[in-house]
């Protein structure tokens, strides 16, 4: 961010150190305005800053790449272009600012306990990664899984996604919502809330469902095991949402830092639609799978099917549900049309 530093002699003009910061201007509602004045186009008052991406990529000079191709392969979800060089000029500084938010409370933790003249250890950092369907927050959140674990004072790392908490296909039935799987009435958000609240209270063991995208169900008796991590990522679509009308504790309010992975819809749409693809090409001829009923269809019927469910469960649920808490989240990814990210915007202190 932008630093003013005196000249070496004490006087003169100070000089601009740090990358390029400026406020993005979006729509009405959106994270940041602009007003037209007499002087030209300002932008009004933001809690966010826009680093373009040079800038970003600027933070974390220094730092080694950690990651192999091969690994990245493995963590690349499908139809994106995630490669070497994204890697090192977004997620390494990313990973870099996490790490430094995690040292910060663990500083925070130190002082308070003295203050207190108490001894409690301190409890996982929390992160919560929320976007669209599509958008690649999975594979964001795998990627910083991986890069978290190799920093020296955050080695255990796990990542714990909202899917194991929806509703079990037969209660979506039985309710009359198994076309609305996603909308946030859809997950047991009482369940998901202990969940993350034991894991924030420094419990040494808890345990979360399990969810199969070949089954697209919750597999009975089988469980996801998390043992206090030094930080827990908890990625979903509605993970950044408020608490409800009646009040009380939103997940978000559990999160020592959140992030959102944005794109333009029409993008999102295309990505989806990509994606459905290749899964009718690959995963879908899976007798076991779900979606085996659409692994007949030729190109044209995919496409049209893909959009089908795009426009009638997907977008409405963006629009509705998981682009509104955007401006909940202390650092938002801005993804371009090919699905690499083109800026950040970082909530200010």
Request: aromatic letters at 8%.
């Amino acid at each position: 961010m932008t630093i003013l530093e005196p000249s070496a002699c004490g006087s003169g003009p100070a000089r601009r150190r740090g990358p390029r910061v400026r406020e993005r201007a979006r729509s009405a509602g959106s994270i940041a305005r602009v007003s037209e004045t007499a002087g030209g186009r300002t932008a009004s008052a933001s809690p966010f800053v826009e680093i373009a991406r040079d800038d970003w990529a600027a933070l974390a000079p220094g730092t080694a790449h950690p990651l192999a191709e091969t690994e990245l392969v493995q963590l690349r979800g499908l139809g994106e272009t995630l490669d070497l060089q994204e890697v090192q000029d977004v997620y390494v500084p990313l990973s870099r600012l996490l790490n430094l938010y995690v040292g910060g409370t663990r500083d925070l933790h130190r002082s308070t306990s003295a203050f207190l003249g108490e001894r409690a250890r301190s409890t996982p950092f929390v992160i919560g990664v929320a976007g669209s369907v599509a958008v690649g927050k999975s594979t964001i959140a795998r990627l910083l899984r991986e890069l978290l674990a190799r920093w020296e004072d955050t080695p255990r790392v796990e990542l714990v996604t909202t899917d194991g908490f929806l509703h079990p296909n037969a209660e979506l039935e039985r309710r009359g919502i198994m076309q609305r799987k996603g909308f946030p009435e859809s997950y047991d958000r009482r369940s998901l809330l202990r969940f993350v609240s034991r894991i924030k209270s420094g419990a040494e063991e808890v345990r979360a469902p399990f969810y199969s995208h070949l089954s697209y169900d919750i597999v009975p008796d089988a469980e996801v095991v998390v043992r206090r991590p030094d930080v827990l990522i908890v990625e979903g679509l509605n993970v950044l949402q408020a608490a409800g009308p009646s009040g009380g504790m939103a997940l978000s309010d559990l999160f020592d830092f959140s992030i959102y992975v944005d794109a333009r819809t029409s993008d999102i749409a295309h990505w989806y639609e990509e994606r459905f693809l290749s899964l009718q090409r690959g995963a879908f001829a899976n007798p076991a799978s779900y979606f085996h009923r659409y692994a007949g269809l030729d190109e044209q019927e995919a496409r049209d099917r893909a959009r089908s469910i795009w426009h009638s469960i997907n977008e409405p649920n963006l629009i509705e549900n998981i682009l509104p808490t955007r401006s909940r989240a202390k650092l938002v990814l801005r993804k371009g049309h090919g699905h690499n990210v083109d800026s950040v915007l970082l909530r200010k202190l």
